[in-house]
Nanobody, 122 residues
Framework: QVQLVESGGGSVQVGGSLRLSCRAS???????MAWFRQAPGKEREGVAT????????YYADSVKGRFTISQDNAQNTLFLQINSLKPEDTAIYYC????????????????WGQGTQVTVSS
């Protein structure tokens, strides 16, 4: 059974940092992994992708230079390091996995985690 489980969310002050984790299980073979987020009243948006075939990563313009996507050597755990947090980063953060295009569109990903809440306060 394929499963993605996120952890690491929490409440932080502006300028703080968090490291989100996503534990993947039940998968076979390489895939495209991504982090998305959804703020209240807004659509889900992609923030970062990681291509397990070639190691390439890609970021949304809004998070470039502050967010870093990575994985462990076994490719079982995906991470998102978030630095210099801003109030507009407040959202539920989701981990996603797919085997097609590694882009920031939700349609490219078949598997989703349950999400972890990140709240940034000033």
């Amino acid at each position: 059974q394929v499963q993605l489980v996120e952890s690491g969310g929490g409440s932080v002050q502006v300028g703080g940092s968090l490291r989100l984790s996503c534990r993947a299980s039940g998968f076979t073979g390489r895939r495209c992994m991504a982090w998305f987020r959804q703020a209240p009243g807004k659509e889900r948006e992609g923030v970062a992708t990681l291509n397990q075939w070639n190691g390439d990563s890609y970021y949304a313009d809004s998070v470039k230079g502050r967010f870093t996507i990575s994985q462990d050597n076994a490719q079982n755990t995906l991470f998102l390091q978030i630095n210099s947090l801003k109030p507009e980063d407040t959202a539920i953060y989701y981990c996603a996995a797919g085997v097609s295009l590694c882009n920031l569109g939700t349609a490219a990903y078949k598997y989703w985690g349950q999400g972890t809440q990140v709240t940034v306060s000033s």
